[in-house]
């Protein structure tokens, strides 16, 4: 019954429409510096990755959060922050091996996916599937069925070769 | 906003659209290819067309089979003058 | 609020910076982007300036809706007056820099005098600032960016900036953001390399207030569905623009070797489709789903290992088509140098084409071109010539200077070969078969020019009753409406309507590929009027934006008046109406235009705009519109 974000660079088109809703979403204004995902970008070298919150299993920073403020929502899976809680150590955003844990300046508070409470916008607007909610259950099958897919490209390149050769 | 705007919205969606084929440039009638092809005559008008496939079901005129255009074309046009306006 | 933003006035000169309001009045009037650029054009430029003299302005602008939850609105508006044309200088790109420039507090720059070396804009968090370009003065468009996010040790910088072709004051060259976005047309960058500027740097963080968020978001979600749902979307994210090029070589509507054919057979190499098997995906402007844009590697040559993207339709003609070529490669190479150098593609395939025609007439002989051979299919002779025309050396020194002046310069009769309007290059389309086009480009404020007006959806074959829902909205009209593009009748209106569908979004900051521009199913003035209120909370029904789009157009009007513009400059090259079209399908073949005819369309069309017999707009259409007191001066 779990979903999870699933992210495909390969299709990323870099449009950031993602951190538009993901602001206007959680902070009822369009700004996209106050988003819980960020398209990084190497514009001139044509490199486009989208970061965002993994939900870790074991997740670093629920670790390494001195006073216990993160915590998982057991219903959507999203590793969830108390801000009556938090004192604001920003020691989460230190540990998070993706950098998907940001910072608002506005409310001086970290910010990371909640997952929309189970809609997530950025998966909702994404036309091109780069950012997938999917269950965890099917996880495994769409990525063999990705490989499958560019071994099958291969087998059917190899057969045309032998067939135009007679 | 209104419900009219709403409706008309609706309306302009996904709902209805007509997919598998395309129009062929010449009679403007609707062509359906067979799934794949490269190439595929106008059953209408006998215009011949080189197709490409944008997704595996939409298929789209690449170009003309140019002999067979030119052809066609001067036929048509020694028989009617092109239906000059 | 989105309607919180600022404009600055920025004097090189003197370096001063001032800030000012927008009154709430103006931008009902005139909305923002382009509306609001022409409303500044027309107040803030002396009659008569040079349009490389310090007393041009260079304008900046941001459409009403860029940044919020309205599907495309990515556009940045920048204008002057054009050195190509002396007319309305006037162009607008995607990418990422106008809802930057939004987030950093400013919706409209308006930039005056002149730099007594080369500097750029910072703008930051409501903060201006004119700083030193000494280091990127040399650099090309791309390389610029990257130096600048350096300097300023932010990432997140977006930029507009000149190549060395804004530099040499190419007359056509471009203002660039990303990689490949270029506010294109009408010579910008010249202006801007005028007042030895390089660049525009913005970045903010400032909230753009959402009217009704949730259902903006709604909102947001059903546009994209129905723009996104159409075939046409379909096809672009996919082949992006090259599609057009495609079909319309297919039917026989494209320039080739200058003007003397309108198709190009045997060509597979350039088609859509093979370029595409080079592409390794597609790129998308902010917020938008149709993601166009083509990111691909040079393979091979000089350029080889070099990130590009691109090329659109426009490419295809430049190094393809209208100069006889019909290699990929060039295609990709010549599009890549133009993006670098910061030239219109279309002006500098133009000119190209125009001198291959020349030198196969033997009006220009390789004593002219230092022993470049510019005969047609030249493949190396092509690039050569975009390197030349960028850095003004040989031939491109006088190709540089854009059709009416190089024409001038190399004499005898190569005017007759020029394929333009009021100074400006047609696009790599052959109109011919299409008096509604013919006529679009004949009356464009800007010259010859498909992004004014381009009743396209003309060629769809779509039943009367199809078209009158359309060309019936939101402004009646009962006059005769025609399925046949041959027809001569009824297609002022569709140029007329056309030109408000396009000014409204240029307006707007909306891409024109989320319009009836290709798709008669596309988003449309009810569309932008529930968008306008959802996410500013401003109330405007789809009659006010039309009347906002027809004040934009009107203004322009005015202006290109005001700087000498006659009757007779709304006409078409020789032509256009002397040679016949000679292949393509039997509905486009042995087509001209009719001189008798289309100045009948073109009497209707001013009739139709409430412009006099001479083109200038009658009093009581300027009191209607409320422009009877321009320049009003109020900001």
């Given at each position: 019954m779990s979903k999870i974000l699933v992210i495909d660079h390969e299709k990323c088109t870099g449009c950031r429409l993602c951190e538009l809703v993901c602001s206007v979403k959680h902070e009822r204004v369009s700004n996209?510096?106050?988003?819980?995902?960020?398209?990084?970008?190497?514009?001139?070298?044509?490199?486009?990755?989208p970061v965002v919150c993994q939900q870790c299993e074991d997740a670093p920073c629920m670790g390494v959060c001195p006073v216990n403020a993160l915590s998982r929502n057991a219903e959507t899976g999203a590793v969830e922050i108390d801000y009556d809680v938090c004192i604001g150590c920003r020691m989460c955003m230190n540990a998070c091996p993706f950098g998907a844990m940001g910072y608002d300046w506005v409310n001086s508070h970290v910010i990371k996916c909640d997952l929309c409470g189970g809609d997530p916008q950025c998966a909702r607007f994404c036309e091109t599937g780069a950012i997938q909610y999917v269950?965890?259950?099917?996880?495994?099958?769409?990525?063999q069925r990705k490989g499958a897919a560019a071994l099958a490209e291969v087998m059917t390149k190899v057969s045309t070769a032998y067939s135009e050769a007679g | 906003m209104s419900e009219s705007t709403k409706k008309n919205t609706d309306k302009k969606t996904v709902k209805g659209r007509t997919s598998g084929q395309f129009r062929c440039l010449y009679c403007f009638k609707r062509i359906t290819a067979p799934p794949g092809a490269k190439s595929t005559t106008c059953p209408h008008c006998g215009y011949a067309w080189r197709i490409s496939w944008f997704s595996p079901g939409e298929p789209r005129i690449r170009g003309p089979v140019w002999e067979n255009n030119e052809a066609m074309t001067r036929k048509i046009m020694a028989e009617s003058k092109g239906g000059s306006k | 609020m989105a309607l919180k933003r600022k404009i600055a006035y920025i004097d090189l000169t003197n370096r001063t910076v001032k800030t000012a309001s927008i009154p709430i009045e103006l931008r009902k009037k005139f909305l923002g982007g382009r509306g609001l650029d022409m409303y500044l054009l027309y107040n803030h430029m002396e009659p008569g300036a040079d349009a490389l003299g310090p007393g041009n302005v260079a304008l900046v602008s941001a459409g009403l809706l860029v940044g919020t939850l309205a599907s495309a609105s990515a556009r940045i508006h920048l204008a002057g007056k054009s050195p190509l044309t002396g007319f309305i200088g006037s162009a607008n790109c995607g990418g990422f820099f106008a809802p930057e420039m939004r987030l950093a507090g400013f919706d409209h720059l308006v930039i005056k005098g002149k730099a007594d070396k080369p500097v750029y804009l910072w703008i930051h968090n409501g903060d201006i600032e004119i700083r030193d370009a000494g280091h990127l003065w040399g650099h090309n468009a791309?390389?610029?960016?990257?130096?600048?996010?350096?300097?300023?040790?932010?990432?997140?910088?977006?930029?507009?900036?000149?190549?060395?072709?804004?530099?040499?004051?190419?007359?056509?060259?471009?203002?660039?953001?990303?990689?490949?976005?270029?506010?294109g047309r009408t010579g910008i960058g010249a202006i801007w390399g005028s007042k030895n500027l390089k660049a525009v740097a913005a970045r903010g963080t400032m909230d753009i207030g959402i009217a009704h968020p949730e259902e903006a978001l709604d909102y947001n979600k059903e546009i994209i569905t129905q723009v996104t749902s159409a075939k046409v979307s379909k096809t672009m994210q996919k082949l992006g623009t090259?599609?057009?090029?495609?079909?319309?070589?297919?039917?026989?509507?494209?320039r080739v070797r200058n003007f003397q054919s309108n198709q190009i057979p045997h060509a597979d190499d350039i088609e859509p489709e093979s370029i595409e098997e080079e592409m390794i995906g597609t790129a998308g402007c902010f917020g938008c789903q149709v993601h166009c844009r083509g990111r691909y590697f040079i393979k091979g040559g000089p350029y080889s290992g070099t990130y590009a993207e691109g090329p659109e339709y426009t490419s295809l003609g430049a190094f393809g088509a209208e100069v006889g070529c019909t290699s990929k490669q060039t295609v990709l190479v010549g599009n890549h140098l133009v993006n670098s150098y910061g030239m219109d593609t279309l002006e500098t395939g133009s000119m190209i084409a125009w001198a291959m025609e020349l030198f196969e007439k033997g009006i220009l002989t390789e004593k002219d071109t230092n022993g470049l051979d510019l005969s047609f299919g030249n493949n190396d002779a092509v690039i050569e010539a975009v390197n030349q025309i960028a850095h003004r050396e040989g031939i491109g020194d006088i190709l540089a200077e854009g059709p009416l002046r190089a024409a001038e310069k190399i004499g005898q009769n190569s005017i007759q070969y020029l394929i333009?309007?009021?100074?400006?290059?047609?696009?790599?389309?052959?109109?011919?078969?299409?008096?509604?086009?013919?006529?679009?480009?004949?009356?464009?404020?800007?010259?010859?020019?498909?992004?004014?007006?381009?009743?396209?959806?003309?060629?769809?074959?779509?039943?009367?009753?199809?078209?009158?829902?359309?060309?019936?909205?939101?402004?009646?009209?009962?006059?005769?409406?025609?399925?046949?593009?041959?027809?001569y009748e009824g297609k002022p209106w569709e140029v007329i309507w056309q030109e408000m569908c396009y000014g409204a979004v240029d307006c707007l900051g909306i891409c024109k590929y989320h319009t009836v521009f290709l798709g008669p199913n596309m988003p449309n003035f009810d569309e932008w009027s529930k968008l306008i209120y959802l996410n500013t909370g401003l109330e405007l029904s789809p009659k006010d934006i039309w009347d906002s789009a027809e004040r934009c157009y009107t203004l322009e009007k005015l202006f290109n008046l005001r700087e000498g513009q006659t009757r007779d400059m709304d006409w078409l090259p020789d032509r256009y109406f002397d040679e016949p079209t000679d292949k393509g399908l039997p509905v486009v073949r042995g087509r001209s235009i009719d001189r008798e005819k289309f100045t009948k369309m073109i009497d209707e069309?001013?009739?139709?705009?409430?412009?006099?017999?001479?083109?200038?707009?009658?009093?009581?259409?300027?009191?209607?519109?409320?422009?009877?007191?321009?320049?009003?001066?109020?900001?």
């Open positions: 996209p510096y106050r988003a819980r995902i960020k398209i990084v970008k190497w514009e001139m070298a044509g490199k486009i990755i269950e965890k259950a099917t996880l495994g099958a769409l990525k | - | 791309q390389d610029s960016q990257t130096l600048i996010r350096e300097e300023l040790g932010d990432d997140d910088i977006q930029s507009l900036t000149i190549g060395v072709a804004g530099e040499n004051l190419v007359r056509f060259s471009c203002v660039m953001t990303s990689m490949k976005n270029a506010a090259m599609f057009i090029w495609g079909t319309t070589n297919t039917t026989g509507l494209v333009h309007v009021k100074g400006m290059s047609n696009l790599h389309s052959d109109e011919r078969p299409t008096p509604a086009l013919s006529l679009n480009i004949a009356t464009a404020s800007r010259g010859a020019d498909h992004l004014r007006s381009r009743p396209a959806i003309d060629l769809y074959h779509l039943p009367e009753k199809v078209l009158r829902k359309i060309f019936g909205n939101p402004v009646p009209y009962d006059g005769p409406l025609t399925s046949d593009f041959r027809d069309y001013y009739k139709l705009h409430e412009w006099d017999k001479k083109g200038i707009p009658k009093k009581a259409k300027l009191e209607s519109l409320g422009l009877n007191n321009e320049p009003s001066h109020q900001l």
